[in-house]
């Protein structure tokens, strides 16, 4: 069964530090795993697409990593904004001749001045 | 700018009552769909469509109509809608890809409400 697990439920740090999010997926057949950010009430925006042959993929202060053989991901936020606040959703991309999403439930981050 | 509308952003209906939800996009995307999102559970897709007159069940049909007569607009149509339906509702928009990858942009939701 496809799915994507994701860690911790819910962050909270201070401003201006660093943080990490976790996620591992059972995707099959992989075709890429995806970051998206959602504020509150609004849409997803995407924050990174990966290919299994990419392992590191940076968006301004988000790096994205991407283990392929242990099935896992992670977001890392540098320097962190009060804007930072959100959910963090990650999901995988299957293709069995369809392409599919499987999204994990997110990581609901709170950014503390 | 390139977006995905929604409307209406806030509906609030009784049970029974057959309600449409719009959705437009500008970027000449092929494909299309709908997903649902409650707490704790991550988005689940309810329909999708990769072209016009191309639709296709998602993972959580029950419930819902789609139609795709033009390839920027995905209405969601609720026959009958039940409190069970009360979630909110997304609807996304790609290139289909194949041996490339693509952004899938969400239009800004519907909060949907059935008493």
């Known amino acids: 069964k496809n799915q994507v697990e994701q860690s911790p439920q819910s962050l909270i740090i201070l401003e201006g530090k660093n943080c990490t999010l976790q996620c591992n997926y059972t995707v099959s057949p992989f075709s890429n795993l995806r970051w998206y950010k959602q504020d509150t009430g609004r849409g997803p925006v995407s924050l990174t697409i990966?290919?299994?042959?990419?392992n590191t993929k940076s968006n301004g202060r988000y790096t994205a990593t991407l283990d392929a053989d242990t099935k896992q991901s992670s977001l890392h936020i540098t320097a962190s904004q009060l804007s930072d606040s959100a959910s963090y959703i990650c999901?995988?991309?299957?293709?069995?001749?369809?392409?599919?999403?499987?999204f994990g439930t997110g990581t609901r981050l709170t950014i503390i001045p | 700018e390139a977006q995905v509308t929604q409307n209406p952003r806030y509906l609030i209906t009784v049970t029974g009552k057959k309600l449409t939800v719009t959705c437009s996009q500008n970027m000449n995307h092929e494909y299309m769909s709908w997903y649902r999102q409650d707490p704790g559970l991550g988005l689940r897709q309810i329909y999708y469509?990769?072209?016009?007159?191309?639709?296709d069940k998602g993972d959580v049909p029950e419930g819902y109509k789609v139609s795709r007569k033009e390839k920027r607009n995905f209405p969601l149509i609720l026959e009958s809608p039940s409190p069970n339906q009360t979630s909110l509702y997304f609807c996304a928009s790609r290139k289909p890809g194949g041996t490339q990858v693509y952004e899938q942009y969400f239009g800004p939701g519907t909060r949907l409400t059935v008493t």
């Open positions: 999901v995988g991309m299957y293709n069995f001749g369809n392409e599919k999403l499987t």
């Open positions: 990966m290919t299994f042959s990419e």
């Open positions: 469509s990769m072209n016009v007159e191309v639709t």
